[in-house]
């Protein structure tokens, strides 16, 4: 038995830099005061429709690693917990982690997070 809840789902990972360049010149984006997230469709014939996602926090956010490396922690940890249960599953994310990323309260991350989804599926 496990002690992870049931939603949290194994996330395919965009690694290469061409995979995010792909989502950002094709997919849609929504930012809010403590995140970005682009998403992109899969196309229908693709086998594997699991969800992707993929985490970018430039040097312009931070010039210290140690935050910038804390900010994608808690990028991945909210793409774990909110992604299976509310994102599309034929969908690759982009999450880029903001300054105000690093300090927000992790429930209004969450809370911004959920808002950018709502938003892009109506979109």
Known sequence: M?????????????????????????????????????????????????ARVGFTVSKKTSKKAVERNRIKRRLRALAQEVLPAHGPKNTDFVLIGRRETLDVPYDRLKKDFLWCLKRLQNK
């Open 2 to 50: 496990s002690d992870w809840p049931e939603h949290s789902a194994k996330l395919g990972r965009l690694k290469k830099r061409q995979e995010f360049q792909d989502i950002q010149l094709s997919g849609q984006s929504w930012v809010s005061s403590s995140i970005i997230v682009q998403l992109r469709q899969h196309p229908q014939d693709r086998v594997d429709q699991t």
